[in-house]
């Protein structure tokens, strides 16, 4: 069957939390997600309820429908600067990536030098050939990812507690504080000086920044 990629949009910008902060990626967004259909009305009774991303439909910049691989790899390569320096990585995020992101895309990405990242929800299994596999878990959402790179949990969440987790088989485990003003709440500061406090009472964690919402980039 052949896949046809749903994409929100395209864009170029660096990596702005995680191990990776600070790199500079192609970001491919995909349209849609298993824990909340992306409507406002629908999210006080999704599972995951603190969103902040639009990725309904597609008609951001880049994005639209692609029906092969090739196009969609031969897109975001489009967006690379022309320099020959440094690694090309692509960002496979959402929504969540992996209801589309399958083995032909990952074999098209990487015949043109990406190398390829994905952000994910950790309810699906990620296919083989992925360079960056990082897991940020979302409360009543049960795990079926358990391994990879890195795993970036939002904190605080009321069920999804950070020792749950650090027996897993990742590198890094990254603690990031919950940004809930998309929501209308302003405990930004809150949740960071929590989430600061726990990486220095608990080192195996490390504390990861939005840098991008400090940069007031994408
Ligand atoms: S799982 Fe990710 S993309 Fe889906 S609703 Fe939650 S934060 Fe948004």
Request: one cysteine or more.
């Amino acid at each position: 069957m052949t896949m046809v990629y749903s994409v929100k949009e395209i864009f170029l910008s660096i990596q702005g939390e995680g191990a990776h902060t600070g790199r500079v990626s192609v970001f491919v967004r995909f349209s849609g997600c298993n824990l909340w259909s992306g409507r406002e009305r629908d999210r006080a009774g999704a599972v995951c309820n603190f969103c902040d991303t639009d990725f309904v439909g597609t008609d951001g910049r880049g994005g639209g429908q692609f029906t092969t691989a090739s196009a969609l790899a031969e897109a975001a390569l489009s967006f690379w600067p022309q320099s020959t320096e440094g690694e090309k990585w692509v960002i496979c995020t959402g929504g969540e990536p992996l209801l589309q992101l399958d083995t032909e895309l990952i074999s098209a990405l990487h015949r043109i030098g990406f190398k390829i990242a994905v952000e994910t929800n950790g309810t699906l299994k990620a296919p083989d050939g992925l360079d960056w596999i990082c897991v940020s878990p979302k409360a009543d959402a049960p795990l079926q990812q358990t391994c990879g790179h890195e795993l970036k949990l939002v904190y605080p969440q009321r069920a999804n507690r950070p020792e749950d987790f650090e027996h897993l088989d990742f590198d890094v485990f990254s603690l990031q504080p919950l940004d809930e003003t998309q929501t209308g709440n302003t405990k930004g500061d809150v949740h960071m000086h929590a989430a600061l406090e726990y990486c220095l009472a608990h080192p195996k964690w490390r504390l990861s920044l939005q840098t991008h919402k400090v940069l007031g980039v994408r």
